[in-house]
Nanobody
């Protein structure tokens, strides 16, 4: 089982920035993909950004393109840099990882992001 621990959440004003971190219990090269998801109150969980370890490809939710960047340290940590935050970015952010295509996703416990003036 892959264990994931998120950190870096907090409260920030609109236009501000936060960087989320997710530390995995395994080297990232043993994993096929990692992702950041979020869930706002009363809404379904949605994928925000995904990083594939083979080739380093990335994909983003349209609403965060140009503002959020997913990256890794090529060891065991994946980041989500969030700039120009908006109130609609508020929610619990979760890190997820899978070992290979078709495998189940493992989840962290989440970190709260609140964007409010």
């Amino acid at each position: 089982q892959v264990q994931l621990v998120e950190s870096g959440g907090g409260q920030v004003q609109p236009g501000g920035s936060l960087r989320l971190s997710c530390v995995a219990s395994e080297n990232l090269f043993k994993l096929d993909a990692l992702g950041w998801y979020r869930q706002a109150p009363g809404k379904q969980r949605e994928v925000v950004a995904v990083l594939t370890t083979n080739g380093g490809g990335t994909a983003y939710l349209d609403a965060v393109k140009g503002r959020f960047t997913i990256s890794s340290d090529n060891a065991n940590t994946v980041y989500l840099q969030m700039n120009n935050l908006k109130p609609e970015d508020t929610g619990a952010y979760y890190c997820a990882a899978r070992r290979s295509v078709g495998d189940p996703w493992y989840w962290g416990r989440g970190t709260q992001v609140t964007v409010s003036s």
